[in-house]
């Protein structure tokens, strides 16, 4: 082994050191029943003023994301299963990945189903990558409520995918605004589901109404004003690269990968920033701050490790994609800050705070004693797996 090799980052390790920290930070029963388990929306807080404050669905769904990834990793191979994230005698991420769909369920009123389809995408999303988890682990437990989860949801996604506006998903039930946030992850739900002309459909109107060809980058979304006008929201956000990214690459074809592999290079150019790392300058994603901001970053960079591993793309595609990835994660971990006992935010097992800033460390983000929301912490936590995963491929 080369010098360099000895000295390569651990993600997998680093991964596992934020997942031990936001699941003890935020990760508790909900209202104290057995075989649940909610993410916390911020901390230091109480469990009854968690659940009487706002009520949000994506934020756990990407929680749910967040286990499964730490539960591919869990799972390993056959010849080398991977240990608990939390060590052998706490509950392994699938887990408390299934007991989380069981208290997002309960916390939403007994169902799955919500206002917004861009929420119940990513649940959606989550949730198959669990059931995959839990068919490759031969788990039985939770595969049949799995089932019926993605059933009334699909079900939901085709009563939004319309020929209002020529095509595109809702992005509410009040069905006055067609977006990227709503297209993108039922694109990528579709072609995951085997519904691909469906999913192609999607992408192709989103290339046609949002693509915003001067940066290669897509706007949010077509809102329709009370007097029936079409008013265009140009806003790009990093999120939304993410889904369209996604569902180019499980599409496939060459018209869809050569797309995939302009994405990702409109995202180096129009996205990034510099941040010192290690005695260098590195170009590194934005983040979009607190609140479901605070998620934005992370959920981009779970797409990028995808291109970065398909092997379809350009070598050049696939390096530069790596490279935001895995410097956008140092920037993080290098940011991290290490929570004294005395802090009134550590809790048994959580001892990591991560910046909600590529370009800012922890502890002048989340100085000692500040609250601090889930959103960022499982942003930082998604990067850590995204690079574990680029590490771990063959």
């Known amino acids: 082994m080369t010098r360099a090799d000895t000295s390569a980052p651990n993600w997998s390790f680093r991964a596992d050191e934020a997942a031990r920290s936001v699941t003890r ?20 807080s109480g469990r ?19 286990l499964v990834d730490a539960g591919r990793r ?18 392994s991420a699938g887990r408390l990945a299934s007991r989380l769909v069981t208290g997002i369920r309960l916390r939403n009123f007994l169902t799955v189903v919500n206002n917004y389809y861009d929420d119940m995408a990513w649940l959606a999303l989550a949730t198959l990558r669990l059931d995959k988890l839990a068919e490759d682990s031969r788990k039985r437990t939770g595969r049949e409520r799995n089932a019926k989860v993605l059933q009334s949801l699909t079900l939901q996604f085709d009563s939004a995918s319309t ?26 739900y579709y072609a995951r589901t085997g519904n691909r002309a469906k999913a192609q459909a999607l992408l192709d109107w989103l290339d046609a109404r949002l693509y915003e060809p001067g940066q290669g980058l897509y706007r949010d979304g077509l809102r329709i004003s ?27 074809g060459e018209a869809n990968l050569r797309r995939a592999a302009a994405l990702v290079e409109a995202v180096a150019r129009s996205l990034t920033q510099p941040a010192p790392l290690l005695g260098r300058t590195a170009a590194v994603l934005r983040c979009e701050g607190t609140g479901d901001g605070g998620l934005f970053t992370g959920i981009l960079v779970r797409y ?3 291109a970065a591993r398909d092997e379809r ?4 595609t696939r390096a530069t994609a790596a490279t935001l990835v895995n410097d956008t994660a140092e920037a993080l971990w290098e940011g991290r800050r290490i929570l004294p006992p005395q802090d009134r935010l550590a809790r048994p097992g959580s001892h990591l705070i991560f910046s909600d800033r590529t370009d800012l460390p922890a502890r002048r983000a989340y100085p000692e004693g500040a609250a601090v929301e889930l959103s960022t912490q499982l942003q930082a936590w998604m990067v850590l797996e995204a690079a574990a995963s680029i590490a771990a491929a063959p």
């Open 25 to 44: 930070l935020f990760g508790q029963r909900l209202l104290f029943l057995p075989g649940t388990h909610i993410g916390a929306i911020l901390r230091p």
């Open 48 to 66: 009854l003023k968690n659940l009487s404050g706002p009520w949000h669905y994506w934020w756990q769904a990407h929680y749910l994301d967040c």
């Open 74 to 91: 869990e799972l390993g191979s056959p010849e080398h299963p991977g240990a608990k994230f939390d060590g052998e005698n706490r509950p």
């Open 163 to 188: 020929d209002d506006l020529g095509g595109g998903t809702f992005w509410s039930t009040k069905r006055d605004f067609k977006n990227t946030p709503a297209t993108a992850p039922v694109a990528l």
């Open 226 to 252: 009370g007097t029936g006008d079409l008013l265009l929201e140009e806003t790009i956000y990093t999120y939304n690269q993410g889904p369209v990214l996604g569902a180019l690459l499980e599409l496939g």
């Open 304 to 306: 990028l490790a995808l």
């Open 313 to 316: 793309l350009p070598a050049e």
